[in-house]
């Protein structure tokens, strides 16, 4: 069973700049569209990008882009979510997701806990 490690959450100041990582043990990444995904309170949970080797394909939510760059290392195994430009409005639970279906799916198979982001000064 897939199961997804997110790490990196913290408080961060307006801003500033923030890393996310997002593991597997066990399984290769490259084989899965890995997806990063935000939950604020009161607010249905939002995809924010989202990264498929196999399609080359990248996607970016119209809040972050500019500002947020999804990438992977193949031979750690890893899926960053590097975040610049920090605003108060990027404060949520930050979920890490896989699927093999093509495309971006929004409700994908495989999700991790999530690691929080605070953005305040």
């Known amino acids: 069973q897939l199961q997804l490690v997110e790490s990196g959450g913290g408080l961060v100041q307006p801003g500033g700049s923030h890393t996310l990582s997002c593991t597997a043990p066990?399984?290769?990444?490259?084989?899965?569209?890995i997806g990063w995904f935000r939950q604020v309170p009161e607010k249905e949970r939002e995809g924010i990008s989202c990264?498929?080797?196999?399609?080359?394909?990248?996607y970016y939510n119209a809040s972050v882009k500019g500002r947020f760059t999804i990438s992977r290392d193949p031979v750690l195994n890893i899926v960053y979510l590097q975040m610049n430009n920090l605003q108060p409005e990027d404060t949520g639970i930050y979920y890490c997701?896989?699927?093999?279906?093509?495309?971006?799916?929004?409700?994908?198979?495989?999700w991790g806990k999530g690691t929080t982001v605070t953005v305040a000064s």
């Open positions: 997701a896989a699927d093999q279906r093509p495309g971006c799916p929004v409700a994908m198979d495989h």
């Open positions: 066990g399984f290769n990444l490259r084989l899965y569209v």
């Open positions: 990264s498929s080797i196999k399609d080359d394909f990248e």
